[in-house]
């Protein structure tokens, strides 16, 4: 049962363009979501994270928008970057509090072509 | 200050074979995860570790275990190995219960297990 789901293993864009990562979830009871991005041979890093109570949440060039109704977010990147080529997991939890167990996505392979 | 550490970071095994992984989690950080990571899947949330109590448990058969130190430092152990269990381990720390308000969790590089 997948309770998080990323419905896009890849993605590839321009650089300079805009990338947009989407991210589907079925258990109502999440009220936190989270971004991490993952390099080959490395451990996820967060990137940016979103409450229930809000709809949109922006760190520089990353933008997470959410979709409460439609059980849906999505994480925008603009301008993309080469260096932004990736594997990005979205992931959920019950709680926004640290320690609190994360639901990940099945993650979206980015490509930024120079 | 250093981040979570875990070794082995490659290791090959056989069928039927048991293994042990360890993790050393941020200095201070109480909590420790470990999640399975194989392609397509994602990361499939394993356990979760605080003040030597397993907290959380995932839906991973028995041959699945692991123990917390007074240390903060963990270890999962996977018993009769099999094919399927062929993957990166990844261990991920937080502060909880006194630390950030977002449910940040610091990983670090994972150890992949190749099953032969």
């Known amino acids: 049962d997948q309770q998080v789901k990323q419905n896009s293993p890849s993605l590839s864009v321009q650089e300079g363009r805009i990338s947009i990562l989407n991210c589907d979830y079925t258990n109502s009871m999440f009220d936190y979501f989270l971004w991490y991005k993952k390099y080959p041979a490395e451990g996820p890093t967060f990137l940016i994270s979103i409450s229930s109570i809000k709809d949109k949440n922006e760190d520089g060039r990353f933008t997470v928008f959410l979709n409460k109704s439609a059980k849906h977010l999505s994480l925008h990147i603009v301008p993309s970057q080469p260096g932004d080529s990736a594997v990005y997991f979205c992931a959920a939890s019950v709680g926004e509090t640290s320690g609190s167990r994360l639901t990940f996505g099945e993650g979206t392979q980015l490509t930024v072509n120079p | 200050k250093a981040g979570v550490t875990q070794t082995p970071r490659y290791l090959i095994k056989t069928r039927g074979q048991q293994v042990t992984l360890s993790c050393s989690p941020i200095?201070?950080?109480?909590?420790v995860s470990w999640y399975q990571q194989t392609p397509g899947q994602g990361l499939q949330f394993l356990f979760e570790?605080?003040?030597?109590?397993?907290?959380n448990k995932g839906n991973f058969p028995g041959r699945f275990s692991g123990r917390q130190f007074s240390n903060s430092r963990s270890e999962m152990n996977v018993s009769t190995l099999e094919l399927g269990d062929s993957a990166l381990y990844l261990c991920a720390s937080s502060p909880w219960p006194s630390g950030s308000s977002n449910n940040e969790q610091f990983f670090g590089p994972g150890t992949r297990l190749t099953v032969l």
């Open positions: 200095s201070g950080h109480r909590s």
């Open positions: 570790y605080f003040s030597e109590t397993q907290r």
